[in-house]
């Protein structure tokens, strides 16, 4: 399996961000599915972030409110992304 990511570290803060399909963001259920599944490749205790982009590539992201506020305030290319694969 290969997703894409990225582990961050900001302001003191370490979290981890990972892309998933749009209906993912839209089902509390799969949410917490997808956090928990991708929780095993990162760090313990380290908040994850969905994070969806639409047809025009403009992302949305869920998880903690203060790291998805940092977020929304910046460009995705300033994210260092990686290819995982586990």
Known sequence: MQFDGALVKEQGVTFAIVVVKRHVLNNSIEREEAREAFSLY???GI????MAQ???GIPTYHGRKDIVKFLANIHPSQIPWKRYTV
């Open 42 to 44: 990162f760090p313990p």
């Open 47 to 50: 908040p994850i972030i969905l």
């Open 54 to 56: 639409d047809s025009r």
